[in-house]
């Protein structure tokens, strides 16, 4: 008797066999049989010229580069048990030279809670930073490095009243630690409004579909010429990665307020002189059917009082005699307490706005010289 196993083994052991003679037999592929010394590296195709947006963007990115800088920030910790205080990284950011004196403007969020910042610039040099001045209202800070002889360009600086939805914006920064970065886009909307982590709004964002990542905050929004049109501030995103939706606070604000942070290190929101409050705003409204800013009170001595408002009084017997209600600010409209500060902030203390005023049935328009708030 065969043994099954072993039929099975010699037809296996045949039919390979008859296979490799098979495949002996075939022709041999051209070129499989070892090299060739006839081969070259393939002729390079002529480009021709770059198209002339492409030169554009190429020559805004070589001008402005250097003006960019590249924030890290640390932060000093204790150890719970041996109470020993050391220094450990923050985080990084981005940021552009102001002027020529070594000012570097960026975000407030990018200093916050940070004990030290270095800042580094295009050509390698690194610098320790100092505090100048922050705004958290405006997401504004500016550092000073102490820079020599090879003094980086500041950014030219444009303007942000006269921006037009669609048009070209560039964003340079360091997103994820990738120093040096561009990106481009076009101006999505405009006046947007965002409120802050844990602080105020911040108002007038200039929204732009330019990718902005963790690491571009502070770095520069240029037009096509080149020119700061703002700063890069923030994403709207839950992953927290680029998703087409990114703030930045506008030319404009800057130029306003940078100045007052490198004089004294702050600054400080012009007012009207009057008191308000945003929860009871709300609920006057609701009970009146008058939309507008109610004055609560009158600070004594400030223009306000000198203008004749007057606020909120009382009767003998409680009642609550309504007092002036502000609608509108140079012919902008203003509906609620956040609404009239942030136009407000549009101006400098000692420059006078003109108030559209009610009170009862009666209407009038009266003149305040803004002042510095407290």
Do not use: C
């Amino acid at each position: 008797m065969r043994d099954p196993f072993l039929v099975r083994l010699l037809g296996v052991t045949l039919a390979v066999g008859a296979l490799t003679v098979l495949w002996r037999g075939l022709p041999e592929p051209s070129g499989w049989s070892g090299g060739d010394p006839d081969a070259a590296p393939r002729v390079v195709e002529a480009r021709g010229d770059l198209a002339a947006d492409e030169q554009s963007t190429i020559e805004l990115f070589e001008k402005s580069r250097n003006s960019v800088v590249f924030i890290t920030t640390r932060a000093q910790v204790m150890n719970f048990w041996t109470r020993d205080v050391f220094s450990v990284p923050r985080g990084t950011g981005s940021g552009f030279i102001w002027d020529d004196a070594g000012h570097v403007v960026t975000n407030f969020h990018v200093v916050e809670g940070a004990s030290e910042a270095m800042v580094k610039l295009a050509d390698g040099r690194t610098f320790k930073a100092s505090l100048v001045g922050t705004s958290r209202e405006h997401d504004i800070a500016v550092l000073r490095i102490g820079v020599d002889f090879k003094q980086p360009p500041p950014v030219p600086l444009g303007s942000s009243q006269d921006l037009r939805v669609g048009q070209k914006v560039f964003a340079i920064g360091n997103p994820f630690g990738l120093d040096w970065t561009l990106t481009t886009g076009i101006v999505s909307a405009l006046d947007r409004t965002l409120a802050g982590e844990g602080g105020p709004s911040i108002d007038h964002l200039i929204q732009t579909d330019a990718a902005i990542n963790p690491g571009n905050s502070g770095g520069p929004l240029l037009d096509s010429a080149g020119r700061l049109i703002g700063i890069n501030t923030a994403i709207y995103s839950p992953s927290g990665a680029s998703a087409g939706i990114g703030f930045a606070v506008p030319v404009d604000t800057v130029n306003r307020v940078v100045p007052e942070l490198i004089k004294s290190g702050k600054y400080v929101q012009p007012t009207l002189g009057i008191q308000v409050d945003s929860g009871l705003n709300q609920r006057l409204t609701e009970l009146s059917g008058i939309e507008g800013v109610f004055v609560l009170g009158v600070q004594p001595g400030s223009a306000a009082e000198t203008a004749g408002l007057e606020g909120v009084g009382f009767t003998r017997e409680g009642g609550i005699v309504p007092g002036d209600v502000i609608t509108a600010v140079n012919g902008k409209a203003v509906e609620s307490v956040e609404q009239l500060l942030a136009i407000l902030d549009d101006y400098r203390a000692g420059e006078v706005v003109r108030l559209s005023v009610r009170r009862d049935d009666a209407r009038r328009e009266v003149e305040v010289p803004l002042q510095p708030g407290s």
